[in-house]
């Protein structure tokens, strides 16, 4: 099935597919924000912040794209076109008979929280993965205490589906995780 890249423009942001040239951008991303994610992420080992570490996950981001798995997205702020402002992706794609369904992750930079960046990415890629992709439902989720997750989820529309308790791993710890879902209302059938 295959994903082809995409770009995305909103009148702030532009959301692109991540490209094997972004292994630098990934690395000074995830670098810059280590405090900053740090309670909402997996422990990450040293490697983790090396440049070949990052240049073998851009290979891995294109091959999950070719199989259909993955759309792995950087956000930039307009006019910047070098330094990613925020991460989003479409993960556990399944876009075939009986589910036609994906999950929704994304991050911040420190720097760009509070100003509508995110809530314009996310309709945007909730836009592609509808109209596009045509998926029949988005999951999120979110850590109970992540009160800037959980507006961001309900601007765009997602409801609250379940609690889930002792889910997620971060920070040394087992937290709980919210689940949240969006329904395409417009799904077509596709022609088999």
């Known amino acids: 099935m295959g994903l082809s890249p995409v770009r995305l423009e909103g009148p702030r942001v532009i959301v692109r597919s991540s490209a094997e ?28 912040y090396t440049l070949p ?7 891995d981001h294109a091959e999950e794209r070719a199989r259909g798995t993955l759309e792995r997205m950087c956000i930039f702020e307009k006019p910047e076109d070098d330094t990613i402002a925020g991460m989003i992706s479409l993960v556990e794609i399944i876009a075939r008979a009986p589910v036609w369904r994906a999950r929704v992750g994304y991050s911040l930079d420190a720097s760009k929280e509070g100003r509508g960046l995110m809530s314009e990415a996310l309709g945007l890629v909730i836009k ?55 329904i395409n209302p417009a799904w077509k059938v596709p022609l088999i």
């Open 21 to 48: 040239g972004d292994a630098r951008r990934f690395l000074d991303y995830f670098d810059r924000n280590r405090a900053h994610l740090e309670p909402w992420e997996p422990d990450h080992a040293a490697e983790f």
């Open 53 to 59: 570490y990052w240049e073998t996950r851009m290979r």
């Open 128 to 182: 592609y993965a509808f109209e596009d992709l045509n998926l029949k439902r988005l999951q999120a989720g979110y850590l109970p205490h992540n009160a800037r997750s959980a507006r961001v989820l309900e601007q765009a529309g997602f409801v609250r589906e379940g609690y889930h308790k002792d889910y997620f791993f971060v920070g040394g710890a087992w937290h709980d995780h919210i689940e949240t879902s969006l």
